[in-house]
């Protein structure tokens, strides 16, 4: 495959897999619609540094890196899917919290907590760097030249970081969150109960690598 067909190919298998929402979705439209535009983007960058790191790995031949240290994987799906269970329950149990507040002013929080919500989210787990190299193992060959990968690599960050982009400007306009504020009670114990049961998802996954 030409180097930059296989480039084009991977962005776009990439592309597709915004129409299959997971945890990462869901946190960074729940973190817009809760705290702002500027949250809900910092957010949306931690995730896309998780893609930077998983997406490199798999694209710079890594994978022996999972196999040697399976263990320590399957520990940061546990841990990551703690995090994520520990974000659910704080979304549901805030609902009458952001009923009272009806959602006039966003709620505060540190830029660096927004940030490591979204690395976390995405870092917790460990199989999208196998997500990656099955993207690759069809677009990329072993003859594909370093600048190549450089360019796909690149290319995914951007991709990424313009999809969150997007998905906060959306959440953040008026209009969306004035609709959220007279379903929030609802869509918030929807989001809760879908992260945590990606969440408990993950633990299972750990703890059954462990065994």
Known sequence: MDPIHGVLVTVGLFMLTFLNPGANLFI???TTLSSGRRAGLLCGCGVVLGNAIYSGLGLFGMI???TRFESLFAVIKIAGGLYLMWYAWGVVRNRQAMAISGLQKPQGGSALGFFRRGLIS?????QTVLFFIGIFSVTLTPQTPLWAKLVTWAALIVVSFLWRLLLCQTFSREVVRRAYGRIHRVASGVIGCVVGAMAA???WQGVRELR
Do not use: E, K
Not at 122 to 126: A, F, H, I, K, Q
């Open 28 to 30: 960074v439209v729940q």
């Open 64 to 66: 022996a890196l999972m």
């Open 122 to 126: 995405d870092l917790s787990n460990p």
């Open 201 to 203: 998802r993950l633990i």
